[in-house]
């Protein structure tokens, strides 16, 4: 029988006092049927119960999928004012995308952390390569196949938050993106069932459920107000900060001036021509959320952030930060321009 031994951090196998895998490697683990694994960096290989190579050092060690939020995570993410709550959830977790109404967040697991989970219902364990597939049987046995040309579309790795410990793999249309309205529908679903809030402090004393009646009501109404840019009037004030009314934004209401007072400036900066409309729209429209105090500073990571009631998008800028994008186009100058009633039409 395979025994796990160290040397120096590193990690090996013996049998009955012989080594049968040298201690050269960051990780060495059981898998299912008797088989073990064994990783150095992000490639890792498999061992028979037996001591025979079923797999030399080559197979890619990093798994890639999305968890599920913590019940920890959840309970940080409700403490959130409404105010601060979807700049706080871009922030804290980018990315995030909806399974089945559960927000989850991109992630990868190593080899050793995911392989031990991965038995399919006839008891087989599965492991891809680029062009090979190790096959480890319920007997013992393995296979290692060829790989079809035309491989089945590529599966990620999802992780429930319950029961902890499990993987399940999915296909990558199961994910969508989460937008604004997908961020405030959950939060909808985050209901405090303590009886004294103030006193709690442990993310077990804290469960999610679907608010009811006129509760419930109150808060789609709060929501469809956000969503039909009407507004939000639920806002409560947080300490210290001035929450601005909601104000929709449309370029097409910008003062013909205002709009060739920004352009010239832009202009110098990089050629201003029909092809970088869109591009030059997003500029204007960055620079109007900063005149209207819908940019708000975080000083736990010293940057800006755009207030959540608005979508600003960054894919155009190569996903540079705000702060960086403000500064590179001297956006500064076009604050005094956007500063309400410059917007209104003319």
């Given at each position: 029988?395979?025994?796990?031994?160290?040397?120096?951090?590193?990690?090996?196998?013996?049998?009955?006092?012989?080594?049968?895998?040298?201690?050269?490697?960051?990780?060495?683990?059981?898998?299912?049927?008797?088989?073990?694994?064994?990783?150095?960096?992000e490639?890792?290989?498999?061992?028979?119960?037996?001591?025979?190579?079923?797999?030399?050092?080559?197979?890619?060690?990093?798994?890639?999928?999305?968890?599920?939020l913590?019940?920890?995570?959840?309970?940080?993410?409700?403490?959130?004012?409404?105010?601060?709550?979807?700049?706080?959830?871009?922030?804290?977790?980018?990315?995030?995308?909806?399974h089945?109404?559960?927000?989850?967040?991109?992630?990868?697991?190593?080899?050793?952390?995911?392989?031990?989970?991965?038995?399919?219902?006839?008891?087989?364990?599965?492991?891809?390569?680029?062009?090979?597939?190790?096959?480890?049987?319920?007997?013992g046995?393995?296979?290692?196949?060829?790989?079809?040309?035309?491989?089945?579309?590529?599966?990620?790795?999802?992780?429930?938050?319950?029961?902890?410990?499990?993987?399940?793999?999915?296909?990558?249309?199961?994910?969508?993106?989460?937008?604004?309205?997908?961020?405030?529908?959950?939060?909808?679903?985050?209901?405090?069932?303590?009886?004294?809030?103030?006193?709690?402090?442990?993310?077990?004393?804290?469960?999610?459920?679907?608010?009811?009646?006129?509760?419930?009501?109150?808060?789609?109404?709060?929501?469809?107000?956000?969503?039909t840019?009407?507004?939000?009037?639920?806002?409560?004030?947080?300490?210290?900060?001035?929450?601005?009314?909601?104000?929709?934004?449309?370029?097409?209401?910008l003062?013909?001036?205002?709009?060739?007072?920004?352009?010239?400036?832009?202009?110098?900066?990089?050629?201003?021509?029909?092809?970088?409309?869109?591009?030059?729209?997003?500029?204007?429209y960055?620079?109007?959320?900063?005149?209207?105090?819908?940019?708000?500073?975080?000083?736990?990571?010293?940057?800006?952030?755009?207030?959540?009631?608005?979508?600003?998008?960054?894919?155009?800028?190569?996903?540079?930060?705000?702060?960086?994008?403000?500064?590179?186009?001297?956006?500064?100058?076009?604050?005094?321009?956007?500063?309400?009633?410059?917007?209104?039409?003319?």
């Amino acid at each position: 029988m395979l025994s796990l031994f160290e040397v120096n951090q590193l990690f090996g196998l013996q049998q009955g006092g012989e080594v049968v895998l040298a201690p050269e490697y960051e990780a060495v683990w059981p898998l299912p049927n008797g088989f073990w694994g064994f990783r150095r960096d992000e490639l890792f290989g498999v061992l028979a119960s037996d001591g025979r190579e079923a797999s030399a050092c080559q197979l890619p060690a990093v798994y890639n999928g999305f968890a599920e939020l913590t019940v920890e995570e959840e309970l940080e993410a409700f403490l959130e004012s409404e105010a601060t709550f979807v700049p706080f959830m871009r922030q804290r977790f980018p990315a995030l995308q909806l399974h089945d109404d559960q927000l989850c967040q991109p992630t990868s697991w190593l080899a050793e952390v995911i392989t031990p989970h991965l038995t399919d219902e006839e008891g087989e364990v599965w492991l891809y390569a680029a062009d090979r597939i190790l096959a480890l049987k319920p007997t013992g046995a393995w296979e290692m196949m060829k790989r079809p040309p035309k491989a089945r579309e590529q599966q990620l790795f999802y992780a429930p938050q319950h029961p902890e410990a499990t993987f399940r793999q999915v296909v990558p249309a199961e994910f969508v993106a989460a937008d604004v309205e997908d961020l405030l529908r959950w939060r909808l679903r985050l209901t405090e069932l303590t009886e004294d809030s103030d006193k709690v402090d442990e993310a077990s004393a804290f469960n999610w459920a679907l608010a009811d009646g006129q509760a419930r009501t109150s808060h789609l109404n709060a929501l469809e107000e956000v969503l039909t840019s009407s507004g939000i009037r639920s806002l409560r004030p947080v300490a210290g900060v001035d929450i601005p009314f909601y104000k929709p934004f449309d370029i097409a209401l910008l003062a013909l001036a205002v709009r060739r007072s920004c352009e010239e400036h832009l202009n110098s900066i990089f050629e201003v021509d029909e092809d970088s409309r869109v591009y030059v729209d997003q500029l204007i429209y960055l620079a109007w959320l900063w005149a209207n105090d819908f940019v708000t500073y975080d000083e736990r990571d010293g940057m800006h952030w755009v207030d959540g009631r608005y979508e600003f998008d960054n894919g155009w800028f190569d996903n540079n930060i705000i702060d960086n994008i403000y500064s590179e186009y001297e956006l500064d100058k076009l604050v005094p321009l956007l500063r309400e009633p410059a917007t209104e039409a003319k």
